[in-house]
T-cell receptor, first 113, second 107 residues
Framework: GAGVSQSPSNKVTEKGKDVELRCDPI?????LYWYRQSLGQGLEFLIY????????KSGLPSDRFSAERTGGSVSTLTIQRTQQEDSAVYLC???????????FGPGTRLTVL | GIQVEQSPPDLILQEGANSTLRCNFS?????LQWFHQNPWGQLINLFY???GTKQNGRLSATTVATERYSLLYISSSQTTDSGVYFC?????????FGKGTRLSVIA
């Protein structure tokens, strides 16, 4: 069956612009997660959704970051007024429920010039 | 929150050799996963193993939850096993990743 998909696969933007990243989870998965992997760094948790609700937003790096999920399916991560330190690979994962095995998408590589 | 430590950070093996990667975590976990990150950055699921032992081909994993560690065994290593291996644990918040073990298998 189809795995987690993300778009775009690559995004180059100028400092100060807004970007929107999209994640399509595995069908039927109620939990959806966003992570970030910076060059030479580990994977950093950003936010998760149980259904359409995000119970814990404390992992978002700043108030320029926001995320939403609609219809219990697609999620978008929005970064406003991008900064160079936002450059990273943004990974999305989904699981059947919170605590179940997570499956990752291929990621979106964001480069802020 | 939970802390995850992996060792060794780097490992170089001759093709055909066996290896053991270790993951220590600081608290009880509801979920523990091992991943292989391939050269294109994709995270490949290896094991979902909050406790017990599992095997898949040349790979096997054991988690001893009471002692807060997990081990990943790679037998008869191949060059295609090269990449970064991550352990990730979940307590009350979503997965916390270790820094990974970078494995290089040389022919």
């Amino acid at each position: 069956g189809a795995g987690v998909s993300q778009s775009p696969s690559n995004k180059v933007t100028e400092k100060g612009k807004d970007v929107e990243l999209r994640c399509d989870p595995i069908s039927g998965h109620t939990a959806l997660y966003w992570y970030r992997q910076s060059l030479g760094q580990g994977l950093e948790f950003l936010i998760y959704f149980q259904g359409n609700s995000a119970p814990d937003k404390s992992g978002l790096p700043s108030d320029r970051f926001s995320a939403e999920r609609t219809g219990g399916s697609v999620s978008t991560l929005t970064i406003q007024r991008t900064q160079q330190e936002d450059s990273a690979v943004y990974l999305c994962a989904s699981s059947l429920g919170l605590g179940n095995e997570q499956f990752f998408g291929p990621g979106t590589r964001l480069t802020v010039l | 929150g939970i802390q995850v430590e992996q060792s060794p950070p780097d490992l170089i093996l001759q093709e055909g050799a066996n290896s053991t990667l270790r993951c220590n975590f600081s608290d009880s976990v509801n979920n523990l996963q091992w991943f292989h990150q391939n050269p294109w950055g994709q995270l490949i699921n290896l094991f979902y193993i909050p406790s017990g032992t599992k095997q898949n081909g040349r790979l096997s994993a054991t988690t001893v939850a009471t002692e807060r560690y997990s081990l990943l065994y790679i037998s008869s290593s191949q060059t295609t096993d090269s990449g970064v291996y991550f352990c990730a644990a979940m307590g009350n918040t979503p997965l916390v990743f270790g820094k990974g073990t970078r494995l290089s298998v040389i022919a």
